[in-house]
């Protein structure tokens, strides 16, 4: 069965202070991996699309990096803004649709 | 600007009616979606469009209907027979074959009173 497992559930940083969201996954067939950031009360905002293992993506503190198995979003340095929830999404060969995680709930304090 | 416009942002409903929500887009985008947020977890697929005229149903369809009359427009419909209504819901679209990923709407939080 195809799915997309996100952890922390929650992380809570010291500005400054980097770290590593993970997203793992199981589909039959890897089209794309999306990751998205989500402020409260809003629709996700695209951050990156990776497609094969090893590509690596960056914006800003923000770098995605993909394996066989999974995903990370490396945050160096944070900000209070880069507070947010960062949801990511994986798309099969199989079938034009994404599946969803639950999302990581960053909180970064000054 | 080009965009995905959802209307309206909060939505209330008696319990045994039927509401429908908005999504318009001019993007030219040709696949449209509905997802269901709950609090705390990710989004689930309601319904999808690749084309004016066909939709499919995503995992959670029932009580749901949409229709796909014109390119711009994929309204959602939620009814009496969704026991769970209260959630917040999230219209997307993307080209074609959406590997740049999808483009979202502000979302419609919609409460059941």
């Known amino acids: 069965e195809d799915q997309v497992t996100q952890s922390p559930e929650a992380l809570r940083l010291q500005e400054g202070e980097s770290s590593s969201l993970n997203c793992s996954y199981t589909v039959s067939g890897l089209r794309g991996l999306f990751w998205y950031r989500q402020d409260p009360g809003k629709g996700p905002e695209f951050l990156f699309t990776?497609?094969?293992a090893g590509e690596e993506k960056e914006k800003e503190r923000l770098k995605a990096t993909l394996t066989k198995k999974e995903s990370f979003l490396h945050i160096t340095a944070p900000k209070p803004e880069d507070s947010a929830t960062y949801l990511c999404?994986?798309?099969?060969?199989?079938?034009?649709?994404?599946?969803f995680g639950s999302g990581t709930k960053l909180n970064v304090k000054p | 600007d080009g965009g995905i416009t959802q209307s309206p942002k909060y939505l209330f409903r008696k319990e045994g009616q039927n509401v429908t929500l908005s999504c318009e887009q001019n993007?030219?985008?040709?696949?449209m979606y509905w997802y269901r947020q709950d609090p705390g977890q990710g989004l689930r697929l309601i319904y999808y469009?690749?084309?004016?005229?066909?939709?499919q149903k995503g995992d959670i369809a029932e009580g749901y209907s949409v229709s796909r009359e014109k390119k711009e427009s994929f309204p959602l419909t939620v009814t009496s027979a969704q026991k769970n209504p209260t959630a917040f819901y999230h219209c997307a679209s993307s080209m074609g074959a959406s590997l740049y990923g999808y483009t979202f709407g502000s979302g419609t939080r919609l409460t059941v009173v």
């Open positions: 469009s690749q084309i004016v005229n066909d939709f």
């Open positions: 993007l030219n985008h040709d696949a």
């Open positions: 990776l497609y094969s």
């Open positions: 999404a994986v798309q099969a060969y199989n079938f034009n649709k994404f599946y």
